[in-house]
């Protein structure tokens, strides 16, 4: 019954299915810029969860209205959800009701289908908040849902496609691999240890060789004397974080590390520091980085 609720996507979203997708020349519209709106796994005068591409493509909802400005939420085009978890939603419905009536085109937001039925019964429900994928009518709403897969291509606006690799959560979750032209980001949302999230990546690299991993934004929540807790919630420590690296096939590469538990923010970063080989960096809100 609940299916019912997913309305199809009214704009051009489709998955492609031809490999080598990511063919292109460098230049200098190639490069990809990261702002981090929010980067933390807890609240504690912390931002959540969000990663804002080229002004217009937004990875997690955790914090939208707290870190821009209305001319730039309105630049906004997607949202690409990776699970239901709140601390990567919160933002999501001040967010919609900020910019509906501003002649925006609907908001397209990607996400397994579990994630976007569970979103559309548990918060833009009417009861929690309004249904605004049906405000002001069905045919042109605020905020239009499209589900995705496992493994299929997709665009998010004009020149930024993505992949959905599930990851290892409590519940369906998934990471993304965005590109533009040849460069490629790797997003992992919350996941615990995950052999086949590496193992979908190797295959999807396998088969656009043009495409060139340029920057890894994966989890690390608690420090590594919580180890058993962060298993049990699919989440990682620094060491868990090695692990995971060791898995991850790709030279110079910047590695960005987000989702830390406010409170446990110094001994995680002291953790992450003892990890040689790798180019690690903690994510800070207001953060920018840009990728050619
Ligand atoms: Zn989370
Ligand atoms: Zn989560």
Request: net charge negative; proline share 6%.
């Amino acid at each position: 019954m609940i299916d019912t609720l997913l309305i199809e996507c009214p704009v051009h979203v489709q998955g492609i299915r031809q490999k080598r997708l990511f063919k292109g020349t460098s230049n200098r519209y190639d490069v990809m810029k990261i702002q981090v709106l929010g980067c933390f796994g807890g609240d504690l005068k912390s931002r959540f969860p969000a990663f804002l591409i080229d002004e217009k493509v937004l990875l997690d909802a955790g914090t939208i209205g707290g870190a821009l400005s209305l001319e730039n939420q309105l630049k906004i085009q997607s949202i690409l959800i990776s699970h239901h978890h709140i601390d990567h939603l919160i933002g999501l419905p001040f967010f919609v009701e900020t910019i509906y009536n501003k002649n925006h085109s609907p908001i397209r937001l990607f996400g397994l289908s579990e994630v976007l039925r569970c979103l559309r019964t548990h918060l833009l429900n009417d009861v929690l908040w309004p249904d605004f994928t049906r405000l002001p009518n069905s045919e042109h709403p605020t905020v239009a849902c499209c589900p995705v897969e496992d493994g299929k291509y997709y665009e998010a606006a004009p020149g930024i496609r993505f992949i959905p690799i599930m990851t290892c959560h409590t519940g369906p979750a998934c990471g993304y691999l965005i590109a533009k032209k040849h460069s490629a980001l790797v997003y992992t949302g919350d996941t615990g240890p995950c052999d086949t999230f590496w193992e979908s990546l190797a295959r999807i690299t396998e088969e656009n060789p043009n495409i060139q991993i340029k920057g890894l934004l994966i989890e690390c929540s608690f420090p590594n004397h919580l180890e058993s807790f962060a298993i049990k919630t699919g989440h990682l420590t620094p060491a868990l974080l090695e692990n995971e690296l060791a898995k991850f096939n790709h030279k110079n590469v910047q590695i960005m590390v987000f989702h830390m538990k406010p409170q446990y923010i110094g001994e995680i970063e002291m953790e992450i520091r003892k990890i040689s080989d790798y180019s690690i960096e903690l994510m800070k809100p207001d953060q920018e980085y840009f990728f050619d």
